[in-house]
């Protein structure tokens, strides 16, 4: 296990009817606020309804920013910065799924920037300690951003998706009631449910030793989702299967699982660069993807991926070698997706091989990428070609 620092001050209120305590929570940081949400969607559920009340009865100064891009763009986060600069705002609320929050986070850490924003989303700058303060009311569960200092930018003029990292960007709340994700389509209830399983496997599939507590809460949270998600796709409607997927998203991303581990995060930068070149939603891209990375590094490190298969999937080991059991992982995971509605290719979303260089360039942010099995320019290009 490697020396660690672990530190999450954001506070959850969890449960129904939680947005009733936003009041409360909001006048400690400020009134006057930009409002941060995505498509439309929380106007069509009443939310934003909900949320406008609230402020109003704190007399709140409401900015708003609408209108964020499932994978929001750099133009959007500066959009944003101005907006608070313009009219002297405090606090930045967003409403609605990982992509709402990460361009609030970014727009957070570029206000007191004095620089580019693209240099903090690219780690060439540090977001700075005075970043504006941050809540979050949650309406999808599977990004796990309520709980994390995570923020995922593109950059369309460049084809360039990046992310950072930085505690000053943590929520300082986040209000996480089921409820609100009852509307959320199956389409992307499935990819939030890639996403939850995906963020688990990022940081189970680490470089360092001697971390079996962190693996086996990650196993409780795959194993979780595996029986919770067949459920709640066939019936959208029923609390308490959101109610487990939500907190199952929260807590595979909130620092439990990588702490004192060296995580991969290969998949999601191969997916990034996917996504940057050609817009597809996050979790089908990783359902995708991660099966095939899989299969990669199994064939030089099997054993965790044969540990996979045996206390997720209920493996039974006896007379089999490592690299059968990853095998039969890996075949378990391809089915379990499958089964929920997951895409399986990335011609589904009509992509071919013309852009895999690209792609592959997008992705290498360094000579090699991830820590379980470093991959080369030459090891994502297979990857990728094998994802078509």
């Keep these: 296990m490697e020396n660690f620092e672990f530190h999450n001050p954001t506070k959850i209120l969890f449960g129904k009817g939680q947005i009733s305590n936003l009041k409360k929570e909001i006048t400690a940081y400020g009134k006057r606020i930009l409002l941060v949400y995505g498509g439309g969607s929380i106007k069509k559920i009443g939310l934003y309804d909900k949320v406008i009340r609230e402020l109003e009865e704190i007399d709140a100064y409401i900015v708003e920013l609408g209108g964020v891009e499932p994978n929001p763009r750099l133009t959007t986060v500066n959009k944003g910065i101005n907006l608070i600069r313009d009219h002297q705002l405090d606090f930045i609320l967003a409403v609605g799924g990982g992509s709402v929050l990460d361009c609030a986070k970014a727009i957070a850490a570029g206000v007191p920037y004095h620089g580019d924003l693209w240099d903090i989303v690219t780690n060439k700058a540090k977001a700075p300690s005075n970043s504006v303060p941050i809540g979050t009311i949650i309406t999808i569960a599977g990004t796990g951003s309520e709980m994390n200092g995570n923020s995922v930018i593109t950059n369309w003029e460049t084809k360039t998706k990046a992310f950072f990292n930085s505690n000053h960007v943590l929520p300082r709340f986040s209000i996480l009631d089921p409820e609100l994700t009852l509307s959320v389509p199956r389409e992307q209830t499935i990819y939030g449910s890639v996403d939850i399983m995906a963020h688990v496997f990022e940081q189970y599939f680490h470089a360092s030793s001697n971390a079996p507590l962190q693996e086996r809460i990650g196993e409780a949270i795959l194993r979780s989702v595996i029986e919770t998600a067949p459920k709640l796709v066939e019936d959208l409607n029923n609390y308490k299967y959101r109610e487990i997927m939500l907190l199952n998203g929260t807590l595979a991303l909130n620092g439990l699982t990588g702490m004192g581990v060296n995580p991969d995060w290969s998949t999601h930068l191969i997916e990034h660069a996917v996504s940057a070149v050609h817009d597809i939603p996050h979790g089908g891209g990783i359902a995708i993807i991660a099966p095939h990375w899989m299969e990669h590094v199994a064939a030089v490190r099997p054993e965790k991926v044969a540990q996979l298969g045996v206390r997720v999937f209920d493996l039974d080991p006896t007379g089999k070698t490592d690299a059968q059991l990853a095998s039969e992982a890996i075949q378990c995971l391809r089915e379990f997706w499958a089964s929920i509605g997951a895409p399986t290719k990335l ?27 470093p991959l080369t320019h030459k090891d994502v290009k297979k990857i990728l070609r094998n994802s078509l």
């Design 347 to 373: 011609s589904q979303y009509g992509i071919d091989d013309k852009e895999i260089e690209l792609m592959t360039e997008r992705a290498m942010l360094a000579d090699r990428i991830g820590n379980y099995v």
